[in-house]
């Protein structure tokens, strides 16, 4: 039974904020892009770059990792590092990026018990570090479109396996708006409509015409 009198205009908990969550980018990397069938590759580059600047946008922690760079797979995408060209990338020989040390201490400085994870290949990279993280109380929301597996079942059966570990599914734009929540946020109002115009498809082409027809405050 609800009770009215406890009932108020404030969020849940359990959402996203700037100051409760870092932001997880795994393994994406040329020859893991090559591997990639699960969907367009395009969508996922751009997913994950609109995922980074929504990071940015906010001054949200973020972790960068790779796997074998110098001997396998490649260095990180350069649209992402273009993002963050100053920060720290990690690289690992681990498939599992929660049984590298360098990793862990780097998740556990941000100081953040809310962990959104974005990588490649969804049902080994993400599905691995998603388990870990769980099972060590960390709360992980898993960016289903900034990441993508071998095939399109091996990318749903992953995402299965995580939601029922516990994991919650979500969007790069779900993320961005979650983070912004409210239009009249003026100080990311701006940024936050540059990365949707850039990133958002169909939706920031529609903030485009807004801006354009009815005026450069047009809501998103």
Not at 101 to 121: D, Y
Request: charged letters at 15%; aromatic letters at 8%.
């Amino acid at each position: 039974m609800v009770d009215i009198n406890k009932v108020t205009a404030a969020p849940s908990p359990d959402l996203l904020t700037p100051d409760n969550c870092a932001v997880l980018f795994v393994d994406h990397q040329p020859q893991m892009f090559f591997g990639t069938g699960s969907g367009d590759r395009i969508a996922i580059v751009n997913a994950a770059v609109g995922l980074a600047k929504a990071a940015k946008v906010f001054d949200v922690p973020v972790v960068l990792s790779t796997v074998a760079a110098e001997s396998f797979s490649g260095p990180i995408m350069p649209q992402l590092q273009a993002v963050y060209p100053d920060a720290e990338i990690i690289d690992r020989t681990t498939m599992n990026a929660w049984e590298d040390t360098a990793f862990v201490e780097a998740v556990k400085a941000t100081g953040r018990k809310k962990l959104v994870i974005a990588g490649l290949w969804t049902e080994v990279c993400v599905v691995l570090p998603t388990l870990s993280a769980i099972a060590q109380d960390y709360e992980v929301y898993v960016v289903t479109d900034a990441s993508g597996g071998v095939s399109p079942k091996a990318h749903e059966h992953a995402i299965q396996r995580m939601i029922q570990g516990g994991a919650i599914p979500v969007t790069w734009l779900q993320v961005l708006l979650e983070l912004q929540r409210d239009w009249a946020r003026t100080e990311t109002y701006g940024a936050v409509t540059d990365v949707v115009k850039e990133h958002g498809g169909a939706y920031g082409l529609g903030i485009v015409y807004a801006q354009a027809v009815i005026g450069a405050h047009a809501a998103g």
